[in-house]
């Protein structure tokens, strides 16, 4: 066991925990996850026999595990116990690291561990009784932050506690079950199979009908992490085990759950907050609670006391809201989303004093920020708006969905945590999306977010099916929920919390009821066939209400206002997942500018990983080619097998070996989302006109090595697409595109308006269309010049005078600098050579952002003998330079590895390419390009 010494800052932790990324045993070590952190000076000498502090006490190692019979009692011939390496854990991981089962990640191992989440696993530690002296009204607590997820716990044979939710903190008050100071306590925790509990509490609620996407049908009576189930990018692994840090408390008195009540007036010259309470739960012997505020950078903001001492005179040990006076503060800075401003926070200390007058029990810290949130959601000539209002300003959301990192929870660090939200944060995204078929993520995850500006949209954990409410479930989904508002609610990073994840849609395909506005009336909502409306706009809308200070609530995502949450989703009002490319009706990427919403917080485009990470999970070599058993294992999208090979071939030119697949389906992928951004950023439009409040790729990441939309694989290995983005969303980024001319689809004729039977492939050479435009986030009002080329892709030359124009370029939107610009057609009919439009942006004589447009599709050029040179600058710095147009250039990434930019066209004659290389000599890249 580890006995945690307290300190005063909220770093306290980071000595215990590894830096490990992706190996057998990647465990967040010691992270405290309470719903508030307790941490106290050394008692003095005199006061240690008189009252007692509070003392954390860490279950973290001296654990053990085995496989039980299916009543979850030892039987006779049943397998030995093991040594687990630490807690918090959880079975696969601990079976792996002793051989027991191989990497579930590795070629078809998923299927070979399946065996695993069938049976009953229980984990036991032996801990010593804490020694509590001469000290009055000590209670000691046995805390379980997560427990995954039916679970039986025992202490010293007798049944302390049963748990059937993964997402819920317990606390159990154990004083009078503990054996005398320094005897040894056995502590064990039975864990079930998820699976057939679900089944059996199907068989017990027959009024409900279960029905859900993606899986198997248990998951919706399940408190649990969903994706465990399996999902279309993830592998069917469920977990059980003490997932979360299991730990001792003692105590005389402690805090609960904090709030901090304000409101941002930013009217005047400068911001003003009013904080109109900072409220605690206070728990035991208390003569006093003290409330301090501290900027992040050291200095002392204001100072609360009030005297509890009555409850100490009397003995009692209450449980008691204290609630601190308001205060003004001028001339506060303000956190800020990324780009937007600076990220200042600020900490609150609240300390809780003894009778004696300088004894202090117990200490609590929240790091918070202020700021002022709004949802605009307002009627314009477009429908009705959807975007974020942050201090009174209008903000673009560009990021990105997030699942969790890795299909064993545990394993997730603080650092890696760290890793991926600074990623995010590097590639100019400015939100992320907690999805809510996961969990709700560590405080690390939060916490990042807070220091790095990038604005939380954060899922309940419920995702495509129809959830049960018979009361068991509803009172626990209430928990859940207020758990983990109290938890989140003082970052300032969190903007919304939504509802669920596509479960309105199933409204329409099974057609459950649904009357929005004539039915009112939550107990009635309870008796239809979409019961679980009373958990969206009911019971969540009103926890999050309670828990936190006007934060913004949204029933579902997609939703709308209650009109349009179903699968013919009205693009004008709400927000949209945009699946009919790819999905749906796998119309061409091409349409994906006229295919947005007012806010897309779903769309995406498969693209295979790097290489390297193919090779780490498929390791027999003659599985390395595309359609291969273990490469179709690995990918679990329905029909991908059709689809990315229909996408990837109608596009370009298919070449069968594993090296050339991986790069055309990256290109791709990088086009297609690439071309979504910043389409979809330019109807950001201007002030009232916010046609388009934030584009949202699915996804940023991998739950384990696989194929997938992920723009990022399992081991932080960027993909091309994570580049195109991070372009496109520039504080200033010129956007290109010509008119789309569809060669796959038959058209009507347009002189005679009657189907010609018959698709034009040249259609594109001879009707040129173009637009162009510039795209600026920052709030100053800028002069540029835009220079847009027309350059030969057979010889690389210029073939008509470049279209140069001086534009004023208006703050916080988009401004449009030429729309339906046509190109004159020769007088043979069509242009002799296809041609490349790139248009540069210059401001002040400095090129700041550039972007190409290609003649489509790419299979109907010659994309050979482009002249490509890679040149070392210096050491750890190239050029990349080209005769001719190139299409797609790509360095093979591998883990460690990291450069500034990738997946670029190449234009002759404009500036060099310039990129940045860590972790590897540049000798030792290798590339490559459309055509090579």
């Known amino acids: 066991m580890d006995v945690v010494t307290p300190r005063t800052t909220l770093g306290w932790l980071a000595d215990s925990r590894t830096s490990s990324i992706c190996s057998a045993r990647l465990c967040s070590r010691h992270r405290l996850q309470p719903t508030s952190l307790h941490f106290v000076p050394p008692l003095s000498r005199q006061t240690r026999t008189s009252i007692m502090q509070h003392a954390i006490q860490l279950l973290a190692s001296g654990w053990e595990f085995k496989q039980c019979g299916s009543d979850g009692d030892e039987q006779e011939g049943a397998s030995q116990w093991l040594p687990v390496e630490q807690v918090p854990s959880e079975v696969h991981a601990d079976l792996m690291q002793h051989r027991k089962i191989p990497d579930p990640f590795a070629d078809l191992n998923e299927l070979a561990v399946r065996w695993v989440a069938d049976k009953n696993w229980k984990y036991r530690v032996r801990f010593e009784s804490p020694e509590v002296g001469g000290s009055a009204g000590v209670t000691v607590d046995l805390v379980f932050e997560g427990l995954d997820t039916f679970a039986t716990v025992?202490?010293?044979?007798?049944?302390?506690?049963?748990?059937?939710?993964?997402?819920?903190?317990?606390?159990?008050?154990v004083t009078d079950l503990l054996l005398a100071p320094g005897s040894s306590n056995t502590l064990e925790i039975a864990f079930e199979p998820a699976r057939r509990r679900g089944l059996e509490s199907i068989t017990a609620h027959p009024e409900h009908d279960f029905i859900v996407h993606q899986t198997e049908v248990s998951r919706g009576a399940v408190r649990k992490a969903q994706y465990t189930w399996g999902w279309d990018w993830g592998p069917i692994l469920l977990t059980c085990g003490p997932w979360k840090p299991i730990r001792l408390e003692t105590w005389c008195s402690r805090i609960g759950h904090i709030k901090v009540d304000y409101h941002v007036d930013t009217d005047g010259d400068s911001p003003v907050v009013n904080i109109t309470a900072i409220c605690a739960q206070v728990f035991g012997l208390t003569a006093r609670v003290e409330a301090d505020l501290w900027s992040t950078k050291g200095g002392h903001?204001?100072?609360?006391?009030?005297d509890l001492a009555a409850d100490v005179a009397t003995g009692s040990r209450p449980s008691q809201t204290y609630t601190s006076s308001g205060a003004r503060l001028e001339n506060v800075n303000l956190w800020w989303p990324r780009g937007y401003g600076t990220q200042t926070l600020y900490q609150v200390r609240l300390q809780i004093i003894a009778a004696d007058g300088s004894t202090v029990l117990t200490t609590a810290y929240r790091s918070l920020g202020f700021r002022k949130v709004e949802l605009v959601q307002e009627k314009d000539h477009f429908g009705q708006s959807f975007y974020f209002r942050i201090n009174n300003v209008d903000i673009f959301s560009g990021g990105s969905c997030w699942i969790p990192a890795d299909s064993i929870t545990s394993r997730i660090t603080p650092e890696r945590y760290r890793d991926w939200l600074e990623l995010l944060a590097n590639g100019q995204q400015n939100m992320v999306r907690v999805w809510g078929g996961g969990i709700y993520e560590a405080d690390d995850f939060y916490a990042a977010c807070d220091e790095l500006g990038i604005m939380v949209w954060q899922d309940f954990m419920f995702a495509c099916a129809s959830y049960p409410t018979h009361p068991e479930f509803l009172e626990s989904v209430e928990t859940e929920a207020r758990q983990a508002v109290r938890r989140l609610r003082c970052h300032p990073s969190l903007v919304l919390w939504c509802g669920n994840n596509e479960d309105y849609q199933l409204i329409e395909r099974y057609g459950l009821e649904y009357r929005f506005g004539q039915d009112k009336s939550p107990d009635s909502w309870l008796k239809s066939t979409f019961p679980a409306r009373y958990i969206y706009e009911h019971l969540l809308p009103r926890v999050v209400s309670e828990e936190t200070n006007g934060v913004v609530y949204h029933p579902g995502s997609p939703w709308g206002d209650g009109t349009t949450t179903t699968l013919k989703v009205d693009p004008n009002v709400g927000d949209i997942h945009?699946?009919?490319?790819?999905?749906?009706?796998?119309?061409?990427?091409?349409?994906?500018?006229?295919?947005?919403?007012?806010?897309?917080?779903?769309?995406?485009?498969?693209?295979?990983?790097?290489?390297?990470?193919?090779?780490?999970?498929?390791?027999?070599?003659s599985e390395r080619y595309p359609g291969s058993t273990t490469m179709d294992f690995h990918n679990k999208a329905v029909g991908h097998e059709r689809r990315l090979f229909a996408y990837v071939s109608e596009n370009y030119r298919l070449k069968g070996d594993l090296p050339s697949f991986t790069h055309l389906t990256q290109v791709m992928q990088a086009d297609a989302v690439s071309l979504a951004f910043k389409s979809w950023r330019r109807q950001w439009g201007t002030p009232g006109a916010r046609r388009c409040g934030g584009v949202l790729v699915w996804q940023l990441n991998d739950c384990w090595p696989t194929v997938s939309w992920a723009v990022v694989d399992y081991f932080l290995v960027k993909k091309p697409a994570y580049y195109s983005i991070k372009r496109a969303l520039a504080p200033v980024a010129v956007g290109v595109t010509r008119k789309f001319h569809d060669w796959t689809t038959r058209?009507?004729?347009?002189?005679?308006?009657?189907?010609?039977?018959?698709?034009?492939?040249?259609?594109?050479?001879?009707?040129?269309?173009?637009?162009?435009?510039?795209?600026?986030?920052?709030?100053?009002?800028?002069?540029?010049?835009?220079?847009?080329?027309?350059?030969?892709?057979?010889?690389?030359?210029?073939?008509?005078?470049?279209?140069?124009?001086?534009?004023?370029i208006q703050p916080n939107g988009c401004t449009e600098v030429t729309v339906n610009h046509r190109i004159a057609v020769e007088g043979s009919g069509q242009f002799s050579e296809h041609f490349v439009i790139h248009a540069s942006l210059e401001i002040g004589g400095e090129r700041v952002s550039s972007d190409?447009?290609?003649?489509?599709?790419?299979?109907?050029?010659?994309?050979?003998?482009?002249?490509?040179?890679?040149?070392?600058?210096k050491p750890g710095v190239v050029e990349v330079t080209a005769e001719k147009p190139t299409k797609g250039f790509v360095f093979s990434e591998k883990q460690g590895v990291n450069v500034s930019d990738n997946?670029?066209?190449?234009?002759?004659?404009?500036?060099?390419?310039?990129?940045?290389?860590?972790g590897i000599d540049a000798g030792g890249l290798q590339w490559t390009f459309v055509g090579q």
């Open 852 to 873: 190409t447009s290609w003649p489509e599709p790419i299979k109907y050029l010659d994309l050979t003998n482009r002249g490509v040179r890679v040149k070392l600058i």
């Open 747 to 808: 058209r009507a004729d347009k002189l005679w308006r009657r189907d010609t039977g018959h698709v034009d492939p040249t259609e594109a050479l001879r009707e040129v269309e173009f637009d162009a435009w510039v795209a600026n986030s920052s709030l100053e009002a800028l002069k540029g010049r835009l220079v847009v080329r027309f350059v030969s892709t057979e010889s690389g030359q210029d073939i008509l005078a470049s279209l140069i124009k001086e534009v004023n």
């Open 903 to 918: 997946g670029f066209d190449l234009i002759p004659g404009d500036k060099p390419t310039r990129v940045w290389i860590q």
């Open 578 to 621: 945009q699946w009919n490319v790819w999905h749906g009706d796998m119309k061409p990427y091409q349409n994906l500018p006229s295919m947005g919403g007012r806010f897309v917080s779903e769309f995406g485009m498969e693209g295979y990983p790097h290489l390297e990470t193919i090779h780490k999970f498929v390791t027999k070599s």
């Open 154 to 173: 025992r202490l010293n044979g007798r049944v302390i506690l049963e748990s059937d939710n993964m997402f819920i903190e317990h606390r159990i008050n």
């Open 301 to 306: 903001v204001m100072n609360f006391k009030g």
